[in-house]
Every structure is written in C-alpha cells, then in structure tokens.
C-alpha cells in the first residue's frame, strides 16, 4: 500500500490489519533482556497479573528482580517495558521503518511479553498506535469509538471498559501489524505462553497541556515592563463593568504571543524534543556557535578518526525548522539557530538514527558546523562507533 493511502485513507480515520508486514521478522531483544531491562532502575517497567477466577487485577511498577519473575504464575500475566528505544540502539533502529510518520510525533516504542491469557483488559488510547506481533500469538478484538465519557470498571489498577462489545476480532502471527488510531477500543490477549507484542506509540498532548506550556514559555520571554495597559480608557457609566473594548485588548495582547511566528516554533521545537524522562537536576546549556577552541575541536576530530559511523544518543530527540531566511535545530528541549546554509547537516542529523562517520566529519569544515557538532558530541547527543 502507498504511504499516501495509508494517510489518506487510515491515519486517525479506521483500523487497519496487515498481514506479514515484517516478513522473518527478528526481533532486536530476546524475551530474558526483555526482562533484564524491566530489572534496572532507569528503565519504566509494569508487570499486570490477572486472577481469571474472581476477575481481580494486580499492578506492580518496577524495578523487578529475578526472583520475582520466578514467583509469577503460569498464565494470565503481561510484562510492559517502556521505551526500549532509548536504551537499545537495535530496537531505535527497528522504529526507522515508520518514517512516513514525523519523528517528532513518535512517543517510544513499548514491548511486552505476556504468558497465555496475558493482556490489559479492553480499553482505550489517546493516541494512534502500530501493534506488531513479534513472537507467539496474540487475539485483537476491536470494538467501537470511546471517549472520557465511557464507562470504567470500578476499584481497578488499569482502565478497563465496564461495557465493551467486539465488533471485529484478528490473530496475529509473528510478522503481521495491527494499525489503530486514538480512541478505538481494543483487547488484546496472549495466546502462547511466548507472546511478544511491540507498540509504536505517537505524542498526543492534551490541548489544556500545551496552553499552560506555551503560557509559561510566553512568561520566560517577556520583560518585568510588559502589563495590561489601556492608554485610550474613556469615561464610563459603571466602574465594576468589564467591557468588550478591555476584553478586546486583552484579547490583542494573549493573541500577539501566538502572532509571533519565530517565538511559536521555537516553543513547539522545544516541546515536541523534550525528553521523555526528563532530568530536572540536569539541564545543560544550548550550545554556542562560537563557544569551543580549535583545540577542543582538533582532539574530537582525532577522536573520529577511526570511527566509522556516527548515532544519535537513543534517549535524545531533534527536530528542525526551515524558512528561506532562517534555520533552527531543536534538540532535547533546546533551540539550536543556525546558518541557513547547515541545512543538508540539520537534515541529516534529524532524519535518521545512524550515519557514515565521513557524512558528518566532511561537516567540520564549515566554521559553524564545526562548533555545532562539538557541542552535540560534547553533550552526549550524538556518540561514535
């Protein structure tokens, strides 16, 4: 299928199941590091055991041991890692395949291994989602739109639909790929005792979320003078009236925020960049263009020298924006502006996980480029193999 009818047709618009999407599909991760991940700290990990007799549901967060894993029952349990992208290069490498989507939409990408009858309950996401079955079987109901207004099964862990009804139900095999955009309800059950499922899952922010970001982004940026004023106030009839010419002023001061092309892209760039685990103790400063000597640059260059490709840090997002006058790098929360002319190195940078180490080295020659690169490999955004 063409990627244009893929967007045309399903996009947040209809579920979509394809058959033999990854043909011999390889997984990047075997079930046991599936599990050593879920055992260290930095690594958000869930573990759902269902009691099929009375109906009762069991949430722990991680990290786990391995003798927990040995305590589980037969069946009827589900381990979910979060974000395996951002510690296994293998598994961002496998996310490369869903390009046709931006990359600054892309949330992470979820694993989980259930035993037979393993699974979360029928229930709903805000956002769209790519479910690929890696090993086992797995059963997918669907069943019909929801919103915050459906009913929830009381006093559970997880949100479970109380009155769900399938309308339509697949197996999927090793290789096959269900498509489902937000708010379709689903039920996905394990049934082997080797179920891998991967969940490519997409940003969706609240609307309510990005107002107080974006107000709180306007309010770094505005100067201790800026106040409401109202220089043409005219006599009035009722001094506890609020009228439609001082709402309209104040309407004229919130809309100049928005008005301000430069200063929405780089709240947006900023914010679809963010770190998904984000350390407040660990904020570093944007590079500077002209912050590092030709010594600091020499010694990264011999650094190089034998490597031969370059990554981005998994953990670490970029983003960019052109017009014909200005370019600006958005990487982990920060604006980067650049000289137009960096835009082939922008690209490049932004729209893949891996390059030849020669594509980027060619780049220190360009006095900007120079500098750029240095910050980034200076902060650990980017690293050499």
Request: aromatic share 10%.
């Amino acid at each position: 299928m063409p990627i244009e009818q893929f967007l045309e047709q399903y996009w947040q618009k209809q579920p979509l199941l394809i058959r033999n999407a990854f043909a011999a599909f390889e997984p990047p991760l075997s079930a046991d590091e599936l599990a050593g991940l879920a055992c260290e700290d930095e690594v958000e990990s869930r573990l759902l055991i269902e009691n099929p007799v009375n109906g009762d549901w069991e949430l722990q967060h991680g990290p786990f041991t391995e003798d927990k894993f040995a305590q589980l029952p037969s069946d009827h349990w589900t381990l979910l890692v979060q974000a395996v992208d951002h510690w296994v290069p293998e598994a961002a490498d496998f996310l490369e395949q869903f390009k046709f989507i931006p990359n600054w939409r892309l949330d992470d990408l979820m694993i989980s291994y259930a035993t037979r009858g393993g699974g979360v309950g029928p229930h709903f996401d805000s956002y769209d989602v790519f479910l690929i079955q890696a090993e086992g079987q797995r059963r997918w109901e669907i069943g019909a739109l929801c919103s915050q207004e459906d009913e929830l099964v009381a006093n559970k862990p997880v949100r479970i639909l109380k009155n769900w009804q399938p309308q339509q139900a697949w197996v999927l095999n090793p290789g096959d790929m269900l498509y489902l955009p937000p708010r379709f309800s689903h039920n996905g059950v394990a049934l082997s005792d080797d179920c891998i499922t991967y969940s490519v899952g997409y940003r969706a922010p609240q609307t309510g979320e990005m107002l107080m970001q974006f107000a709180s982004f306007c309010s770094q940026q505005l100067t201790e003078d800026a106040h409401y004023a109202d220089p043409d106030l005219r006599p009035r009839n009722s001094s506890g009236q609020i009228e439609n010419q001082d709402l309209e002023r104040l309407r004229n001061l919130m809309s100049s925020m928005l008005d301000d092309p430069q200063q929405l892209r780089d709240w947006f760039g900023q914010l679809v960049t963010e770190s998904k685990y984000a350390d407040p103790n660990n904020i570093q400063e944007p590079v500077t263009l002209a912050k590092y000597t030709e010594q600091e640059v020499q010694q990264l260059l011999e650094e190089l020298a034998d490597s031969s490709s370059i990554r981005r840090n998994e953990g670490i997002r970029f983003a960019y924006h052109q017009d014909p006058d200005s370019l600006s790098l958005y990487v982990d929360g920060q604006t980067y502006p650049c000289a137009t002319d960096l835009q082939p190195l922008v690209s490049l940078l932004c729209d893949s996980n891996q390059y030849p180490a020669r594509c980027v080295v060619d780049w220190f020659e360009h006095t900007e480029g120079r500098q750029l690169l240095t910050g980034l490999f200076n902060q650990d955004h980017l690293y050499a193999l």
